[in-house]
């Protein structure tokens, strides 16, 4: 079996288990993420935008932290490449992938990013992440000023992997790991 057909069966079973996640333990990452931010901002430290992503089926939602914070959504321009705009009362438009965001007028630099949330179908106890398998996040963080930025994986914890994910040479492991058990960071 190839790296891509593994991955692609995990996607299977992580998608599977996420499908079967309550509202409430989604309900209680998004708890847990606010907790995170809160303790962050709190500390003192340096505090620009947050990205976040827009919510795809059975997500944990976090676009409630735009109450409170400055937030940047991710948008896939053509050449398949993630760019991260600053969400303001503008219309949201569909990027190449048909994901609700941002202009690209909005388009943030690196270092108006104070952390990144992303979400995953799985984690492992190595922080790699197996997500949808477009890619965007991992040919994002091969810039190392995008991948000093703390980035952090969204989930519920049905979904964090006993095993060690399949994991390709581009793969680009995770700074932590939030879910309605624990925040691992």
């Keep these: 079996m190839t790296i891509s ?109 104070s952390m990144i949330f992303i979400p995953c179908l799985s984690i492992d106890k190595n922080l790699t992440r197996l997500g949808y398998g477009g890619g965007y996040f991992d040919r994002l963080r091969v810039d190392k000023n995008w991948r000093d930025i703390p980035c952090i994986g969204v989930l519920t914890s049905n979904c964090v992997s006993h095993d060690l994910l399949t994991k390709a040479d581009w793969d680009i492991p995770l700074s932590g790991f939030i879910t309605e058990k624990e925040i691992l960071v």
Excluded: Q
């Design 5 to 113: 057909e593994k991955k692609n069966f995990e996607r299977g079973i992580f998608r599977n288990l996420m499908d079967k996640s309550s509202l409430i333990d989604r309900r209680n990452v998004e708890i847990n993420v606010r907790l995170y931010v809160e303790s962050f901002f709190t500390s003192g430290k340096k505090f620009n935008h947050i990205g976040i992503y827009w919510p795809l089926k059975n997500e944990v939602d976090i676009r409630s932290l735009n109450d409170k914070y400055s937030l940047a959504l991710p948008r896939c321009d053509d050449n398949k490449e993630l760019l991260f705009c600053a969400w303001d009362d503008k219309k949201l438009t569909k990027d190449s992938e048909g994901i609700p965001s941002p202009d690209i007028s909005s388009k943030i630099s690196y270092k108006n990013l």
